[in-house]
């Protein structure tokens, strides 16, 4: 079981819009970030796609993705789901839709949003059939648990896939550590965490914050994501233990 980080980055993206790189040094080409989203594969190769973020097109190409079994978003926010036409051309070929999941709120707000996606439109195809997570506990081949955090004034899931023996957790967009999200990410193998800069901040985890969610649920490995342009890439490596990875864009790593 593995994983491929698609895309490393915060809403804007590292350089934001006018080669802003804030801290960031431009010469490592890891502090270039596109928008967060992660890719799940199994030893059998069924693959799990979370969120289709603003850059989803430019990720699949970069990692040569044509296939994916099965998409699970984390809320509605651009960054995560703007990506979401995108998914046509993994339709092709298909028998039927994309097998998505979401949140009963989050599946309410993206119908609404996208619906030609989810429901067909002018002779076009449904790209993606659209359900609750609420009575999922497997997907192909994958275990499947989730929770809503808090993010802010609004929640988003977060997710644990097992398969293989080995698991894997992504946990996004949070503000707060719940005990439900220490008790889905107990032991696991490796976690994916929300780390927006250093300082605090409203409605995302911090790097002491994605540290204590990693030590309080004794998870093996912590992998940074969503970091913005205070987050060079060298510095952070230097300064983080070694059980913790700073994300970038193409990381792969087997659980």
Known sequence: MKFLMLGSGTSTG??????????????EPKNRRTRVSVLIESDAGSRLLIDTSTDLRQQLLANEID???????????ADHCHGVDDLRV???GRGGPLPGFASQETVHSLRRRFSYVFAGQHGYPTIVSLESLDRLRMFSGFGV???QMPHGPTETTGYRFDA?????????????????MVDLYSGVDILISDCLRRDPHPTHANLEM???????SGAGKL??????????????????????VVGFDGLEMRA
Do not use: Q
């Not at 296939?67 to 926010?77: A, K, L």
């Not at 940074?224 to 233990?241: F, I, N, R, V």
């Open 223 to 244: 992998v940074l994501s969503h970091l913005d342009k205070s987050m060079d890439y060298a510095t952070l490596e230097a300064e983080t233990p070694d059980h913790v």
């Open 90 to 92: 993994l339709r092709y």
């Open 210 to 216: 994605a540290m204590e969610l990693a030590e309080r």
């Open 145 to 147: 648990e989730w929770c």
């Open 14 to 27: 590292v350089p934001r819009i006018g080669n802003d790189w804030g801290d960031c040094d431009p010469n």
């Open 67 to 77: 296939r994916i079994d099965g998409v699970f978003w984390t809320h509605d926010h």
């Open 164 to 180: 293989d023996g080995k698991s894997i957790a992504y946990a996004t967009d949070f503000s707060e550590i719940s005990a439900e």
